[in-house]
């Protein structure tokens, strides 16, 4: 056996993470850890029964669709013949007998030297696929060294149990964060064969220090960027230009993964790898379940990525309901206090699921309820144990709140009292807070829709006793997105509906990022290529700005520091919100959102606490605010203008026109309403004296002519209201194409637009250059718009609602608005546009798309 002083000097684990491969006892399924039956448990119903006791409650049925997810049998594949025996034996110890199909298809992809994206449910074993490239690389040749990459440390720590975990001689796996000890960094850069970091760190320490690790990255082989979904918007675009100045470091110390393992030893694949000239490590990278992966991963890496998309692993069965709670009949909303809806017309669907989480609690199901905010999982808990404690005194008691703000300790004592059936009900903010143990329950109950369909399933995925049937039911809130998925479960079940989308080529992105890679070595021509289209205008902006200085080898960078690049950051200095009786710093707002959230009169919650804005400095970007719980809430308005910068692409689709290209987005927000809590009334308008802001990003906008307007029956009068009720619903909507939410995105709607002469909708992307929300809302315009439409048409409200053409964020306090004009709109727009929508590559800039001409259909 090892020698433990040969392993990594950290500990190794007491219980390695579960792993979902095929274990002797998997097949057929089974769950990972099931909850164990208490024999004080009574029987719990069938979720077909629990679900007809729960839809019996109200005279009106608010269940729009029930889907059953049937139980999926796994599809083992055997191992393939490349993986050593020793791996095989580690695995063997962890109870895998055999990888999954899915696993070992995107494991001989990477073995074989080609990147490759493994993008599948929850727990369906990702962390296979990579490992067995990689660790069979590792034990095949001693000199060659893996880098894998996590969004979060908590999860590259995850990682690094479970590959410390298989014990492999000579692999020493270590973590590399901000937490690492500087005494262990040295023994990691020149020991550890598997170093376990995030982006940030890559960014911030590896490659400014590159010389350090010049040993570690010329033998890099593999490249693991596990949860890139993650890498998304801005965020995303930046992570992008790290990963390029990775490739580039690792080019630069000379080694192709053909001629490194060639003297070590020679597989088909390898050759084949190097034969191709492909330059440096093999990506591989794994996803949730997304819209188009490959492609997503392929601007990522900037590299040819191949997909592995279908998911071989077992499942337990899952009843789905979709649930829409009752509209509430008019003037009764102050019976509905503590919610901070604007004139909900819907009862709440954190008092629905406060309700159903009662129901089921006194049914004997164990449930989980999953909320969007801390107050909101509170209020839910509270109101599910008042209502418990009115039935059966104490049975209240079997209900708690889980919240981010507690100890580890805390929440795993919460999840193991739940697991043991001491408590019964828990309404808890987030999945990926809670431990990997807590599966397996009788019924999940998710109030409102959490943002992405690998969300929904990642919530759903904790529902399922081994071989029982589990309960999962979606509470719509009073919000377009919703109430369209409830009323299309076709949009939910049975496909990927969102795309991960970023956008490298962002020049408030690249220009720093390669001030970045400058300063790690000087660019060549070369590299402007490596960094895609832009890099070149990027490099001429820093040299006129003094950054950079050409000579006749290439561009330097000029100063002794680095860059400060932060790699989340956005928008602007983030804005220190404190408390001015005590000086202490409650938390940061995002630049760009200042004015809207803490000017002086704003009410601003902070982790469930209210407080309440005195001044906002903006020279100091600091607000001072102090404790206190008004009976309003704030809303700030703000007067936009736009201007077209240039137009990339467009369609002419005759009466209608569709653009995608750069605008000048300048607003100030002049006022603020303060609005009653209860009921939603407008007490009055306050003014505000800010500067007015510019933002330069990208936009897609679409125009109709007023005469065809005129003959679909808008009356001029009413084009206004009917522009500004499409324009908020499309922004409602959005998120269903893109992984973005509302607050990513603003609009603007006018009956006459000096820069295209029509009346015209414009939807842009929040930050500065862009972040691929409006592109992609321009590639999948008329599936996109004919969504905004049957959201507006299918709604039961008369004049508009929350749940169709209002909007939360509405500069103009959502007037004027009309809803049956804005369907008129959108009519004509969809008749009109090519069903396909534009090409899927942008084409040259303001050339028309080849496939746009308006006789097209
Ligand atoms: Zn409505
Ligand atoms: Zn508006």
């Keep these: 056996m090892r020698s433990p002083a040969q392993a990594s000097p950290y500990p190794h684990p007491r219980r390695s993470t579960p792993n979902t491969c095929a274990r002797v006892q998997d097949v057929p399924p089974a769950a990972t850890v099931a909850a164990g039956h208490g024999p004080d448990r009574p029987p719990v119903a069938a979720p077909a029964e629990l679900l007809r006791r729960l839809r019996a409650r109200t005279a009106a049925d608010p269940v729009t669709h029930v889907e059953r997810v049937p139980a999926r049998a796994g599809q083992p594949a055997p191992w393939p013949g490349w993986v050593p025996e020793e791996l095989r034996a580690a695995f063997a110890r962890r109870g895998v007998?055999?990888?999954?199909?899915?696993?070992?298809?995107?494991?001989?992809?990477?073995?074989?030297?080609?990147?490759?994206?493994?993008?599948?449910?929850?727990?369906?074993?990702?962390?296979?696929?990579?490992?067995?490239?990689?660790?069979?690389?590792?034990?095949?040749?001693?000199?060659?060294?893996?880098?894998?990459?996590?969004?979060?440390?908590?999860?590259?720590?995850?990682?690094?149990?479970?590959?410390?975990?298989?014990?492999?001689?000579?692999?020493?796996?270590?973590?590399?964060?901000?937490?690492?000890?500087?005494?262990?960094?040295?023994?990691?850069?020149?020991?550890?064969?598997?170093?376990?970091?995030?982006?940030?760190?890559?960014?911030?320490?590896?490659?400014?220090?590159?010389?350090?690790?010049?040993?570690?990255?010329r033998r890099l082989t593999y490249v693991i960027v596990d949860e890139c979904h993650t890498y998304r918007g801005v965020f995303g675009s930046h992570v992008a230009h790290v990963l390029r100045r990775l490739r580039r470091q690792c080019a630069r110390f000379g080694r192709t993964p053909g001629q490194a393992l060639a003297g070590s030893r020679s597989t088909p694949g390898r050759a084949l790898a190097g034969?191709?000239?492909?330059?440096?490590?093999?990506?591989?990278?794994?996803?949730?379940?997304?819209?188009?992966?490959?492609?997503?991963?392929?601007?990522?890496?900037?590299?040819?990525?191949?997909?592995?998309?279908?998911?071989?692993?077992?499942?337990?069965?899952?009843?789905?309901?979709?649930?829409?709670?009752?509209?509430?009949?008019?003037?009764?909303?102050?019976?509905?206090?503590?919610?901070?809806?604007?004139?909900?017309?819907?009862?709440?669907?954190?008092?629905?699921?406060?309700?159903?989480?009662?129901?089921?609690?006194?049914?004997?199901?164990?449930?989980?309820?999953?909320?969007?905010?801390?107050?909101?999982?509170?209020?839910?808990?509270?109101?599910?144990?008042?209502?418990?404690?009115?039935?059966?005194?104490?049975?209240?008691?079997?209900?708690?709140?889980?919240?981010?703000?507690?100890?580890?300790?805390?929440?795993r004592g919460l999840e193991r009292a739940l697991l043991r059936g001491d408590l019964l009900g828990l309404a808890s903010t987030n999945a990926l807070e809670l431990g990997v143990d807590l599966v397996g329950l009788d019924a999940v109950l998710i109030c409102g829709w959490p943002g992405t369909r690998a969300s929904l399933w990642q919530q759903a995925g904790r529902a399922g006793r081994s071989g029982d049937e589990a309960l999962a039911v979606l509470v719509a809130r009073d919000d377009p997105l919703d109430t369209y998925l409830v009323h299309h479960p076709e949009a939910l079940f049975g496909r990927p509906v969102e795309a991960t989308v970023l956008d490298p080529a962002n020049p408030y992105v690249l220009a720093p990022q390669l001030a970045c890679a400058a300063h790690e070595a000087p660019l060549t021509p070369a590299d402007l290529e490596l960094f895609g289209s832009g890099a070149k205008e990027a490099v001429d902006s820093l040299v006129e700005a003094g950054a950079l200085r050409q000579r006749p080898t290439g561009w330097y960078w000029r100063h002794r520091e680095r860059p400060e690049v932060d790699l989340r950051g956005e928008g602007g200095a983030p804005v220190c919100v404190v408390e001015a009786a005590t000086g202490r710093l409650l938390g940061t707002v995002d630049g760009g959102s200042s004015h809207f959230l803490v000017h002086p009169g704003a009410v601003h919650l902070h982790q469930g606490v209210s407080y309440v804005v005195d001044s906002l400095d903006l020279e100091?970007?600091?607000?001072?605010?102090?404790?206190?719980?008004?009976?309003?809430?704030?809303?700030?308005?703000?007067?936009?203008?736009?201007?077209?910068?240039?137009?990339?692409?467009?369609?002419?689709?005759?009466?209608?026109?569709?653009?995608?290209?750069?605008?000048?987005?300048?607003?100030?927000?002049?006022?603020?309403?303060?609005?009653?809590?209860?009921?939603?009334?407008?007490?009055?308008?306050?003014?505000?004296?800010?500067?007015?802001?510019?933002?330069?990003?990208?936009?897609?906008?679409?125009?109709?002519?007023?005469?065809?307007?005129?003959?679909?029956?808008?009356?001029?009068?009413?084009?206004?209201?009917?522009?500004?009720?499409?324009?908020?619903?499309?922004?409602?909507?959005?998120?269903?194409?893109?992984?973005?939410?509302?607050?990513?995105?603003?609009?603007?709607?006018?009956?006459?637009?000096?820069?295209?002469?029509?009346?015209?909708?414009?939807?842009?992307?929040?930050?500065?250059?862009?972040a691929g929300f409006a592109e992609r809302a321009y590639r999948t315009a008329a599936q996109w718009l004919r969504a905004t439409r049957e959201a507006i048409a299918e709604c039961g409200c008369e004049a508009g609602c929350p749940s169709c053409v209002q909007s939360p964020k509405c500069g103009n306090g959502n007037n004027p608005l009309s809803k049956p004009d804005a369907v008129r709109v959108l009519d004509v727009v969809l008749a009109n546009l090519p069903p396909a929508g534009p090409p899927q590559q942008p084409g040259p800039a303001d050339a028309p798309d080849s496939a746009a001409a308006g006789s097209q259909e």
């Design 275 to 411: 034969s191709r000239g492909t330059p440096g490590p093999v990506f591989v990278l794994a996803s949730a379940t997304a819209g188009d992966p490959a492609t997503a991963a392929g601007r990522l890496t900037g590299l040819p990525v191949t997909a592995v998309t279908e998911d071989a692993s077992p499942r337990g069965g899952v009843t789905f309901a979709l649930w829409e709670p009752p509209l509430l009949p008019a003037d009764t909303d102050a019976a509905d206090p503590g919610v901070a809806d604007l004139a909900p017309s819907r009862r709440s669907a954190l008092r629905e699921t406060a309700d159903l989480l009662a129901d089921t609690v006194a049914a004997g199901v164990r449930t989980l309820a999953f909320v969007r905010s801390r107050k909101g999982a509170e209020v839910v808990a509270a109101n599910a144990r008042r209502a418990l404690d009115e039935a059966v005194p104490g049975l209240g008691e079997r209900v708690a709140a889980y919240r981010a703000g507690y100890l580890r300790e805390e929440r």
């Design 97 to 217: 007998v055999a990888p999954w199909r899915h696993q070992a298809e995107a494991a001989d992809l990477a073995y074989a030297g080609r990147h490759v994206v493994v993008a599948t449910g929850t727990a369906s074993g990702k962390s296979l696929a990579y490992q067995l490239p990689a660790l069979a690389t590792l034990l095949a040749d001693p000199r060659a060294t893996v880098l894998y990459l996590a969004p979060t440390k908590a999860l590259a720590a995850d990682q690094f149990r479970a590959v410390a975990g298989l014990e492999l001689e000579g692999v020493r796996p270590a973590c590399y964060d901000g937490d690492t000890p500087r005494a262990e960094r040295d023994w990691i850069r020149r020991h550890s064969r598997f170093v376990l970091t995030n982006p940030d760190m890559l960014h911030h320490g590896i490659l400014p220090g590159h010389a350090h690790w010049s040993g570690f990255l």
């Design 620 to 770: 100091e970007g600091c607000a001072l605010v102090h404790p206190e719980e008004p009976d309003w809430s704030t809303h700030a308005r703000d007067v936009t203008s736009l201007t077209v910068a240039s137009v990339r692409s467009y369609v002419d689709a005759g009466p209608v026109g569709l653009f995608l290209g750069e605008v000048d987005v300048t607003s100030q927000v002049v006022s603020y309403q303060r609005r009653r809590i209860a009921t939603g009334e407008v007490i009055d308008t306050r003014p505000l004296d800010l500067p007015a802001r510019e933002l330069r990003t990208v936009a897609v906008w679409f125009t109709v002519s007023p005469e065809s307007l005129a003959a679909a029956g808008v009356e001029p009068a009413d084009v206004p209201g009917a522009l500004h009720a499409a324009e908020h619903a499309a922004i409602g909507l959005l998120p269903l194409m893109a992984t973005c939410d509302r607050w990513d995105i603003g609009g603007l709607s006018t009956a006459l637009h000096p820069d295209t002469e029509a009346p015209t909708v414009f939807v842009y992307d929040g930050h500065p250059g862009g």
